[in-house]
């Protein structure tokens, strides 16, 4: 399959987090492969984004949003749960498209072992179930070097893409709390 370029990144966030379904999520763990195709996406873009962590600005958490696009963005929340997030648009200006939720093809059983037998639909369960923790924050997603990539795969059609409200942003006021960047597969 063919790795997703940096040019694929640096573009508007809501283009990149729509069209990373459907995309390959690969992760070498242990020698072995995992492979998941991404089934929803949520964007996060801009300082006026009171949704994102770029609007407290640059700090050490949130630096990664603000590097190359095309990196990985990887920070601990809720006490328990790593997010992955694809850094998007040019470098500079904070933006990142968190990856929430993929369906494995590949490498299942270790994902399912790593998850107690359970689902990878959410941004926590698929880092859990693939490994990926503070270690993989800023490696490069175009480079299979860094053990974590994205490569390109289906094409989703509109018909079966739901756009939505993101989840769990309970005190984010409007209009941010209700903006539909989130992105969903619904075969």
Known sequence: ????????????????????????????????????????????????????HAKAGRTIR???????????????????????????????????VLIRAIQPIEGVE?????????DTLGPGKLTQAMGITKSENQVNLTESTSGLWIEAGEIIPEKNVTKSPRVGLNKTPEPWLSKPWRFLVNE
């Open 110 to 118: 270790v994902m399912l072992a790593r998850r107690g037998g359970r």
């Open 1 to 52: 399959m063919t790795i997703l370029p940096t040019s694929f990144y640096n573009r508007p966030t809501l283009t990149v987090a729509r069209e990373l379904l459907g995309a390959r999520l690969v992760r070498i763990l242990d020698g072995v492969k995992l492979v998941g195709v991404i089934v929803e996406t949520e964007a996060y873009f801009g300082f006026d984004d009171l949704a994102s």
């Open 62 to 96: 949130t630096a990664p949003m603000f590097g190359a696009p095309g990196h990985a963005y990887v920070y601990f929340t809720y006490g328990n749960h790593w997010m992955l997030n694809a850094v998007t648009e040019r470098e500079g200006f904070p933006a990142a």
